[in-house]
Protein backbone atom coordinates (compact mmCIF):
# COMPACT_ATOMS: atom_id res chain seq x y z
CA UNK A 1 0.00 0.00 0.00
CA UNK A 2 1.30 3.41 -1.05
CA UNK A 3 2.41 5.61 1.66
CA UNK A 4 3.20 9.29 1.72
CA UNK A 5 3.97 10.53 5.17
CA UNK A 6 4.32 14.11 6.89
CA UNK A 7 6.20 14.50 10.23
CA UNK A 8 3.23 16.54 11.69
CA UNK A 9 -0.52 16.79 11.43
CA UNK A 10 -0.39 20.39 13.47
CA UNK A 11 2.29 22.67 14.02
CA UNK A 12 2.14 26.09 15.83
CA UNK A 13 5.15 28.18 14.83
CA UNK A 14 5.93 31.59 15.72
CA UNK A 15 6.10 34.21 13.34
CA UNK A 16 10.11 34.32 12.41
CA UNK A 17 11.01 31.04 13.35
CA UNK A 18 12.84 28.41 10.67
CA UNK A 19 9.83 25.62 10.42
CA UNK A 20 11.11 21.91 8.61
CA UNK A 21 8.10 20.29 7.25
CA UNK A 22 9.34 16.46 6.18
CA UNK A 23 7.70 14.08 4.18
CA UNK A 24 8.30 10.63 3.24
CA UNK A 25 7.19 8.55 0.60
CA UNK A 26 7.65 4.46 0.64
CA UNK A 27 7.22 4.36 -2.98
CA UNK A 28 10.44 4.89 -4.64
CA UNK A 29 8.71 7.87 -6.89
CA UNK A 30 11.30 10.13 -8.64
CA UNK A 31 9.01 13.43 -8.36
CA UNK A 32 7.94 14.97 -5.10
CA UNK A 33 6.09 18.06 -4.19
CA UNK A 34 5.15 20.90 -1.59
CA UNK A 35 1.25 21.90 -2.38
CA UNK A 36 -0.25 24.89 0.27
CA UNK A 37 -4.24 24.61 0.52
CA UNK A 38 -6.10 27.76 0.82
CA UNK A 39 -9.72 28.67 1.25
CA UNK A 40 -11.27 29.76 -1.83
CA UNK A 41 -7.44 29.00 -3.59
CA UNK A 42 -7.53 25.28 -4.10
CA UNK A 43 -4.16 23.36 -4.09
CA UNK A 44 -0.87 25.58 -4.98
CA UNK A 45 2.39 24.75 -5.91
CA UNK A 46 5.31 25.72 -3.93
CA UNK A 47 8.01 23.88 -5.04
CA UNK A 48 8.60 20.20 -6.81
CA UNK A 49 11.31 18.44 -7.37
CA UNK A 50 11.99 15.36 -9.94
CA UNK A 51 15.15 13.76 -8.81
CA UNK A 52 17.56 13.98 -5.76
CA UNK A 53 19.36 17.28 -5.10
CA UNK A 54 16.78 18.81 -8.42
CA UNK A 55 14.07 21.49 -7.54
CA UNK A 56 11.92 23.59 -9.43
CA UNK A 57 10.03 26.25 -8.38
CA UNK A 58 6.09 26.24 -8.49
CA UNK A 59 3.44 28.93 -8.24
CA UNK A 60 4.29 30.65 -5.26
CA UNK A 61 8.14 30.09 -4.02
CA UNK A 62 8.48 33.37 -2.04
CA UNK A 63 9.81 32.75 1.65
CA UNK A 64 10.19 29.06 0.97
CA UNK A 65 12.73 26.74 -0.02
CA UNK A 66 13.32 22.71 -0.24
CA UNK A 67 16.10 19.78 0.10
CA UNK A 68 16.12 16.46 -0.95
CA UNK A 69 19.27 14.75 0.14
CA UNK A 70 17.57 11.39 -0.52
CA UNK A 71 14.82 9.91 -3.13
CA UNK A 72 12.33 8.96 -0.24
CA UNK A 73 12.72 12.15 1.59
CA UNK A 74 11.39 16.21 0.21
CA UNK A 75 11.82 18.84 2.64
CA UNK A 76 9.74 21.93 2.93
CA UNK A 77 11.54 24.70 4.98
CA UNK A 78 9.91 28.27 6.02
CA UNK A 79 12.91 30.48 6.53
CA UNK A 80 11.04 32.69 8.44
CA UNK A 81 7.76 32.16 9.32
CA UNK A 82 5.28 34.98 8.80
CA UNK A 83 1.79 34.61 9.92
CA UNK A 84 0.78 34.66 5.62
CA UNK A 85 2.33 31.21 6.02
CA UNK A 86 -0.47 29.79 7.80
CA UNK A 87 -2.20 27.28 5.80
CA UNK A 88 -2.47 23.54 5.47
CA UNK A 89 0.54 21.93 3.76
CA UNK A 90 0.42 18.95 1.02
CA UNK A 91 3.69 16.76 0.39
CA UNK A 92 2.69 14.44 -2.85
CA UNK A 93 4.94 12.22 -4.94
CA UNK A 94 4.26 10.39 -8.28
CA UNK A 95 6.18 8.10 -10.95
CA UNK A 96 6.19 10.39 -13.83
CA UNK A 97 5.13 14.08 -13.52
CA UNK A 98 2.34 13.79 -15.73
CA UNK A 99 0.06 11.32 -18.03
CA UNK A 100 -0.20 8.56 -16.32
CA UNK A 101 -3.33 7.27 -14.92
CA UNK A 102 -3.14 7.68 -11.27
CA UNK A 103 -2.38 10.89 -10.87
CA UNK A 104 -0.19 11.78 -7.54
CA UNK A 105 -0.11 9.98 -4.34
CA UNK A 106 -0.91 12.69 -1.17
CA UNK A 107 0.48 12.65 2.62
CA UNK A 108 -2.19 13.44 5.09
CA UNK A 109 -1.18 17.50 5.71
CA UNK A 110 0.48 19.40 8.38
CA UNK A 111 -1.94 22.22 9.06
CA UNK A 112 0.56 25.32 10.03
CA UNK A 113 -0.58 28.24 12.03
CA UNK A 114 2.27 31.16 12.37
CA UNK A 115 1.87 33.06 15.38
CA UNK B 1 -4.42 34.11 -13.35
CA UNK B 2 -6.42 31.04 -12.00
CA UNK B 3 -5.57 28.58 -14.70
CA UNK B 4 -8.21 26.20 -13.54
CA UNK B 5 -11.47 27.30 -12.56
CA UNK B 6 -14.31 25.94 -10.60
CA UNK B 7 -17.07 28.40 -10.59
CA UNK B 8 -19.20 26.05 -8.02
CA UNK B 9 -17.49 26.38 -4.42
CA UNK B 10 -20.69 23.71 -3.19
CA UNK B 11 -23.05 21.68 -4.58
CA UNK B 12 -25.99 19.67 -2.44
CA UNK B 13 -27.44 16.63 -4.30
CA UNK B 14 -30.03 14.31 -3.04
CA UNK B 15 -29.10 10.48 -2.78
CA UNK B 16 -29.11 8.08 -5.50
CA UNK B 17 -29.28 11.54 -8.19
CA UNK B 18 -26.74 12.84 -10.23
CA UNK B 19 -23.71 14.35 -9.18
CA UNK B 20 -22.18 16.55 -11.64
CA UNK B 21 -19.18 18.91 -11.41
CA UNK B 22 -18.15 21.19 -13.44
CA UNK B 23 -14.50 22.55 -14.38
CA UNK B 24 -13.37 25.15 -16.84
CA UNK B 25 -9.59 25.81 -17.65
CA UNK B 26 -8.39 28.85 -20.22
CA UNK B 27 -4.56 27.37 -20.50
CA UNK B 28 -4.83 25.21 -24.28
CA UNK B 29 -1.54 23.60 -23.45
CA UNK B 30 -2.89 21.20 -21.01
CA UNK B 31 -3.95 17.84 -22.44
CA UNK B 32 -4.36 15.66 -19.59
CA UNK B 33 -6.92 16.40 -16.56
CA UNK B 34 -7.54 14.83 -13.43
CA UNK B 35 -10.19 14.92 -10.58
CA UNK B 36 -9.34 14.37 -6.98
CA UNK B 37 -11.56 13.65 -3.97
CA UNK B 38 -10.55 15.76 -0.21
CA UNK B 39 -11.95 14.34 2.69
CA UNK B 40 -11.58 16.76 5.90
CA UNK B 41 -8.18 16.44 7.64
CA UNK B 42 -7.16 14.33 4.95
CA UNK B 43 -5.09 14.34 1.65
CA UNK B 44 -6.74 14.14 -1.81
CA UNK B 45 -6.73 11.12 -3.07
CA UNK B 46 -7.06 10.25 -7.24
CA UNK B 47 -10.38 10.07 -8.65
CA UNK B 48 -10.20 9.40 -12.25
CA UNK B 49 -8.31 10.74 -15.24
CA UNK B 50 -8.49 11.75 -18.83
CA UNK B 51 -6.37 12.38 -21.68
CA UNK B 52 -6.85 14.99 -24.14
CA UNK B 53 -7.45 12.23 -27.33
CA UNK B 54 -10.54 11.48 -25.32
CA UNK B 55 -13.46 12.69 -24.54
CA UNK B 56 -14.78 10.39 -22.29
CA UNK B 57 -13.36 7.86 -18.87
CA UNK B 58 -15.44 5.73 -16.85
CA UNK B 59 -14.80 4.57 -13.73
CA UNK B 60 -17.31 2.19 -12.26
CA UNK B 61 -19.82 5.24 -10.64
CA UNK B 62 -17.30 8.33 -11.96
CA UNK B 63 -17.18 9.62 -15.36
CA UNK B 64 -15.48 12.38 -16.61
CA UNK B 65 -16.15 13.99 -19.87
CA UNK B 66 -13.72 16.38 -21.52
CA UNK B 67 -15.37 19.16 -24.33
CA UNK B 68 -12.42 20.39 -25.49
CA UNK B 69 -13.52 23.14 -27.61
CA UNK B 70 -15.06 24.53 -24.85
CA UNK B 71 -12.41 24.03 -22.46
CA UNK B 72 -14.54 22.34 -19.92
CA UNK B 73 -14.34 19.42 -18.37
CA UNK B 74 -16.85 17.87 -15.94
CA UNK B 75 -17.48 14.57 -13.63
CA UNK B 76 -20.50 13.04 -13.37
CA UNK B 77 -21.35 11.02 -9.73
CA UNK B 78 -24.11 8.17 -10.60
CA UNK B 79 -25.71 7.36 -8.08
CA UNK B 80 -24.51 9.74 -5.22
CA UNK B 81 -23.87 7.81 -2.04
CA UNK B 82 -23.53 9.78 1.10
CA UNK B 83 -19.78 8.85 1.30
CA UNK B 84 -19.18 10.94 -1.92
CA UNK B 85 -19.23 13.93 0.55
CA UNK B 86 -16.07 15.81 -0.01
CA UNK B 87 -14.45 18.32 -1.72
CA UNK B 88 -13.16 17.89 -5.19
CA UNK B 89 -10.55 19.26 -6.96
CA UNK B 90 -9.99 19.60 -10.96
CA UNK B 91 -6.77 19.47 -12.08
CA UNK B 92 -4.94 19.63 -15.42
CA UNK B 93 -1.01 19.35 -16.71
CA UNK B 94 0.70 19.78 -20.31
CA UNK B 95 3.32 17.49 -21.71
CA UNK B 96 6.57 19.10 -21.36
CA UNK B 97 8.48 21.88 -19.82
CA UNK B 98 7.94 21.12 -15.83
CA UNK B 99 5.09 19.54 -16.83
CA UNK B 100 3.68 20.85 -13.21
CA UNK B 101 -0.08 19.95 -12.23
CA UNK B 102 -2.91 23.08 -11.85
CA UNK B 103 -5.55 22.41 -9.26
CA UNK B 104 -8.62 24.69 -9.17
CA UNK B 105 -10.31 26.02 -5.96
CA UNK B 106 -12.36 23.07 -5.58
CA UNK B 107 -16.31 22.13 -5.05
CA UNK B 108 -17.79 20.63 -1.60
CA UNK B 109 -19.96 18.37 -2.29
CA UNK B 110 -22.75 17.39 0.01
CA UNK B 111 -25.04 14.24 -0.83
CA UNK B 112 -27.93 14.34 1.17
CA UNK B 113 -29.03 10.84 2.45
Known amino acids: DVKVTQSSRYLVKRTGEKVFLECVQD?????MFWYRQDPGLGLRLIYF???????EKGDIPEGYSVSREKKERFSLILESASTNQTSMYLCASSLVLTGVPGGAFFGQGTRLTVV | DQQVKQNSPSLSVQEGRISILNCDYTNSMFDYFLWYKKYPAEGPTFLISISSIKDKNEDGRFTVFLNKSAKHLSLHIVPSQPGDSAVYFC????????????FGTGTKLQVIP
Open chain 1, 27 to 31: MDHEN
Open chain 2, 91 to 102: AASAFGGYQKVT
Open chain 1, 49 to 55: SYDVKMK
